[in-house]
T-cell receptor, first 112, second 114 residues
Framework: DAKTTQPTSMDCAEGRAANLPCNHSTISGNEYVYWYRQIHSQGPQYIIHGLKNNETNEMASLIITEDRKSSTLILPHATLRDTAVYYCIVRGLAAAGNKLTFGGGTRVLVKP | DVKVTQSSRYLVKRTGEKVFLECVQDMDHENMFWYRQDPGLGLRLIYFSYDVKMKEKGDIPEGYSVSREKKERFSLILESASTNQTSMYLC?????????????FGPGTRLTVL
């Protein structure tokens, strides 16, 4: 799997957009970018994924640069409940057996 | 709303006891996973299953076994619990193809072995 680099932590004001960057300069052509988050004392939660095109769902938007070496997860209107650790993962479509590997992630604190 | 449920949120057991952790998913997913999560070590895969009665070892299978008799249920068994198995245990499930990496996690079971 391609290695990812994320900032250790960031603060965000409630109601504002939160932009979470991720660098994955060694990504290969068949690898997807996945985002998960983990709220304290809960299991990880899938957010969104993409290959080349930008993606949007009810939780967030994912912007992938044209060279695919970096991406940004956007939480359009952050709420206090979005306080969590956010993980960027790069993976290919796996045959049975591969696991998700969560790196350090970005600890996001949404402040009132 | 899709759901992965785990039998207990908190569990306290004694050294040497046999421990069963149950996980049920209602998404008709083929793949199910058991992880443990420890501070500073991230998520580590214990076992996974890609079909009924099928199981594969993950990174840290020692001291654990699993059972998948029905598609929706994946059980983790600690044959003889030890204090170093005190951890948060997370179950997950996923579909096939592009959705393989969209893993849905349960709330976790925090196990303490005394």
């Amino acid at each position: 799997d391609a290695k990812t680099t994320q900032p250790t932590s960031m603060d965000c004001a409630e109601g504002r957009a939160a932009n979470l960057p991720c660098n994955h300069s060694t990504i290969s052509g068949n690898e997807y970018v996945y985002w998960y988050r983990q709220i304290h004392s809960q299991g990880p939660q899938y957010i969104i994924h993409g290959l080349k095109n930008n993606e949007t769902n009810e939780m967030a938007s994912l912007i992938i640069t044209e060279d695919r070496k970096s991406s940004t997860l956007i939480l359009p209107h952050a709420t206090l409940r979005d306080t969590a650790v956010y993980y960027c993962i790069v993976r290919g479509l796996a045959a049975a057996g591969n696991k998700l590997t969560f790196g350090g992630g970005t600890r996001v604190l949404v402040k009132p | 709303d899709v759901k992965v449920t785990q039998s207990s949120r908190y569990l306290v057991k004694r050294t040497g006891e046999k421990v069963f952790l149950e996980c049920v998913q209602d998404m008709d997913h083929e793949n199910m996973f058991w992880y443990r999560q420890d501070p500073g070590l991230g998520l580590r895969l214990i076992y996974f299953s890609y079909d009924v009665k099928m199981k594969e070892k993950g990174d840290i299978p020692e001291g654990y076994s699993v059972s998948r008799e029905k598609k929706e249920r994946f059980s983790l068994i600690l044959e003889s619990a030890s204090t170093n198995q005190t951890s948060m245990y997370l179950c997950a499930s996923s579909g096939m193809g592009e959705s393989y990496n969209e893993q849905f996690f349960g709330p976790g079971t925090r196990l303490t072995v005394l």
